[in-house]
């Protein structure tokens, strides 16, 4: 196995659990409840929404939703999980198309 594809693997194994604990922090944070704004959570769903772009970039403009919206957390997971997937499925397609060669 040579470096190059080492390296790729690595990086979908690193964006997996990032990902996964990122998901894992924002579910922590909402059962926190408190009576004042809930940073931890507003970071969590930035970084999240980040990890989601460019899915999620409509929501990140949009002055209609909250960050602390459920609207806002599903669309922001969606859009990182399916950034997630895309990364993988471009892993083996580029995967398959060196070992063609």
Known sequence: MNTRRITRYLSWLTHAPVLALIVAYIGLSILDSTPDANLGLALGVLA???MGVPWSLPLLLS???SVGSAVFVAV????AMLNLVLHGVALRWWRERRSGR
């Open 76 to 79: 922001a997971a969606g859009g």
């Open 63 to 65: 002055d209609r939703v």
């Open 48 to 50: 999240l929404s980040v």
